[in-house]
């Protein structure tokens, strides 16, 4: 008899343990949905092409400027004079791989491994005859926020910030103390559209793009 509302007040306060775990555990499922993407992928990779790299760009030469037989001197020293003179520098843009993370529905963690390829035709500027062709490389380290303001279905509209390092090489303007240098890139606007297999397109302007990078992905 005196046992009967201890046995039953035990029974209660299981009930309740009880409550609590289920309780708990919807909300611990609720929390890892939220964080996949739409299609219960968290993690996907890409592989990206950008625009020319303008800082790149404005680094990699220093002398005269020539095309065809007139020489622009972009300064009247000597140095500048009896330099070595350039012809148009091209540029493969920035071209490589990311890697994403699905933190939560509206967010997600990202880091790009990028490579730029600058080269032109160098000149002797007193005898004007061609010394070949010089090739430099910036490579990029990109970690980035990616903040979706849609996420649903195949259609995901986004904003990124990145913060990273990039390395120069072969950059006349660079002494070897100057080419190891931060990199930030900054995207207002970014359009993803698939599934699985998904292609994007984003607008940006930093060190490593300056314009329009877009290329394909796969969600896992």
């Known amino acids: 008899m005196v046992q009967l509302p201890h046995s039953g007040m035990h029974l209660l306060s299981m009930k309740t343990v009880l409550k609590i775990i289920m309780v708990l555990a919807a909300f611990t499922a609720g929390t890892v949905v939220y ?3 739409p299609d219960g992928h968290r993690f996907d990779v890409r592989i990206s092409a950008s625009g020319s790299p303008l800082t790149a760009s404005n680094f990699f030469v220093d002398g005269p400027r020539r095309w065809g037989d007139i020489a622009f001197l972009e300064s009247p020293s000597l140095a500048k004079i009896y330099g070595e003179g350039h012809g148009v520098t091209r ?16 967010f997600s963690l990202s880091l790009d491994v990028d490579v730029a390829l600058l080269w032109n035709e160098r000149f002797d500027s ?12 910036a490579f990029y380290l990109l970690p ?3 903040f979706f303001y849609i996420n649903r279905g195949h259609f995901r509209l986004y904003s990124s910030l990145g913060l990273g390092a990039v390395k120069y090489s072969g950059f006349d303007k660079l002494r070897p103390d100057q080419t190891f240098r931060p990199c930030l890139q900054i995207s207002p606007l970014g359009v993803e559209y698939g599934g699985r297999v998904f292609g994007f397109l984003e607008a940006g302007a930093g060190n490593m793009f300056s314009g329009l990078q877009g290329g394909i992905g796969y969600r896992f």
Not at 91 to 106: E, K, L, M, N
Not at 126 to 136: D, M, R
Request: hydrophobic fraction near 40%; aromatic fraction near 12%.
């Open 126 to 137: 007193v005898t004007g005859k061609s010394k070949g062709n010089h090739t430099a490389a």
């Open 91 to 106: 540029t493969t843009g920035a071209f490589g791989v990311g890697f994403d993370w699905s933190a939560a529905r509206w």
């Open 144 to 146: 980035r926020l990616k």
């Open 35 to 37: 964080a996949q993407s």
